[in-house]
């Protein structure tokens, strides 16, 4: 299965693994039934079955209660919260997000990259559910459980998401400069430390380091920080006249006059208070 998934055949990978389950099943064999079981719900995802992979999650999580294997309960809510945010059910994915979240805490709680991937799917999911506030709660758990982590990526995510929402949903725009300054100078640590310029961490510390000055830059130049918004947009490779171009207010057209109404020859009133005739009638 995993031969023909490499190939890019996913109908014959399909096949394979559910055979591999039924055979699981067959010998009562419960960790080849949890591997058929995710590499089924990932197919079923990649193919946008998502009713099929979530009922694969569940299905998993049954077979891990049963074996008590909770420390291995915390992946599969994630996941199946995930699930359900692409479902649009938002409901069911902060509930299975939170059960994640607990999980991790009783079983992996060493795992700080995990912990924070889970609070900021949850609070992407609380926002869906119009909870500006809890949502942020969220992201600053998230970021305090980064500074902790030794995972970079994610310490710039944290900052970086947080950031959008304080600045796009919250209109926060001080504490959101604050942020994407701290999510500056952090990229720029993470590039001047890495052994080799093209390494993965530092692509992806100049990557978000462009995201930031971009975002940066309409922040500095409300506060007629021109010079600085320069140099942000300078360092992100952006013209600062686009950035300009794109923050700039829309202009609204002017309103529409109707053109004025011709009252019919038999009104010789405006407003007309004949109730009988018939030409008025006609005209509202």
Same mark, same amino acid.
């Given at each position: 299965?995993?031969?023909l ?12 693994? *559910? ?26 995802q990649?193919?946008? !079955? ?38 649009? *059910?938002?409901?069911? #994915?902060?509930?299975?997000?939170e ?9 992996? #709680? ?24 809890? #949502? ?5 758990? #998230? ?31 001080? *504490?959101?400069?604050k ?20 390494s993965? !961490? ?28 320069a ?9 600062i ?22 009252l ?21």
């Amino acid at each position: 299965g995993t031969s023909l998934v490499n190939m890019g055949q996913l109908e014959q990978a399909f096949a394979c693994y *559910d055979r591999a389950l039924h055979l699981a099943e067959e010998v009562e064999y419960v960790p080849a039934q949890i591997d058929a079981l995710l590499m089924l719900k990932w197919l079923f995802q990649e193919v946008g !079955a998502l009713s099929n992979a979530t009922r694969c999650c569940e299905e998993v999580l049954t077979l891990l209660a049963a074996v008590n294997d909770l420390p291995a309960t915390g992946q599969v809510l994630l996941e199946l919260g995930q699930l359900h945010a692409l479902q649009e *059910d938002w409901e069911q #994915a902060t509930l299975r997000l939170e059960e994640a979240h607990k999980a991790v805490l009783e079983h992996r #709680a060493e795992e700080k990259s995990l912990q924070a991937a889970i609070l900021l799917e949850l609070a992407n999911a609380t926002l869906e559910l119009a909870d500006p506030e809890g #949502a942020l709660a969220h992201h600053e758990a #998230a970021l305090d459980v980064a500074k902790t982590s030794d995972d970079d990526e994610l310490k710039l995510r944290t900052r970086h998401d947080m950031a959008m929402l304080l600045l796009h949903c919250l209109h926060r725009d001080d *504490d959101a400069r604050k942020l994407l300054e701290e999510m500056i100078g952090e990229s720029r640590q993470i590039q001047s430390s890495a052994a080799e310029p093209t390494s993965r !961490a530092a692509m992806h510390a100049m990557e978000m380091e462009g995201r930031a000055c971009i975002e940066l830059c309409p922040l500095l130049l409300r506060a007629d920080a021109a010079a600085a918004a320069a140099a942000a947009a300078e360092r992100a490779g952006v013209p600062i006249v686009a950035i300009e171009d794109l923050h700039a207010p829309k202009q609204q057209p002017p309103p529409r006059t109707p053109p004025p109404r011709t009252l019919p020859p038999q009104c010789s009133r405006s407003p007309c208070t004949q109730r009988t005739c018939a030409n008025h009638a006609a005209l509202t």
